[in-house]
């Protein structure tokens, strides 16, 4: 089913489609939830925000740098202290409190 009049756009693409589009490019919700639906489980129809959408939203935002920061500072030994859960609390936060650019709904 084309929910979205066309197969993909920039940004955004059919979840029915996200497991032929890879990994890298649906990103991983996406992708498994089309897989989920492949081995007969109940998925609703919809779209997902392609990995190149996030990419988009980090640059536009400027939080690459903060992005980047969080990462190295986090690792599997500090990952359950409070100070690593705070930093990642604040980051995601941070996103929502920004907007989405109108690029990321234009088709290509």
């Given at each position: 089913m084309d929910i979205l009049g066309k197969e993909s756009w920039g940004f955004l693409s059919q979840l029915d489609r996200s497991f032929s589009r890879r990994v890298e490019a649906a990103g991983g919700k996406g992708w498994n939830l089309d897989r989920l639906e492949r081995y007969g489980f109940d998925v609703p129809?919809?779209?997902?925000?392609?990995?190149?959408?996030?990419?988009?939203?980090?640059?536009?935002?400027?939080?690459?740098?903060?992005?980047?920061?969080?990462?190295?500072?986090?690792?599997?030994?500090?990952?359950?202290?409070?100070?690593?859960?705070?930093?990642?609390?604040?980051?995601?936060?941070?996103?929502?409190?920004?907007?989405?650019?109108?690029?990321?709904?234009?088709?290509?």
């Open positions: 129809v919809g779209g997902v925000l392609t990995t190149g959408a996030y990419q988009n939203f980090i640059i536009e935002n400027n939080l690459l740098e903060d992005a980047g920061a969080i990462s190295r500072s986090i690792s599997i030994g500090n990952i359950e202290e409070k100070e690593a859960e705070y930093k990642s609390f604040s980051c995601s936060e941070k996103k929502l409190r920004l907007d989405i650019s109108p690029s990321i709904f234009r088709k290509n």
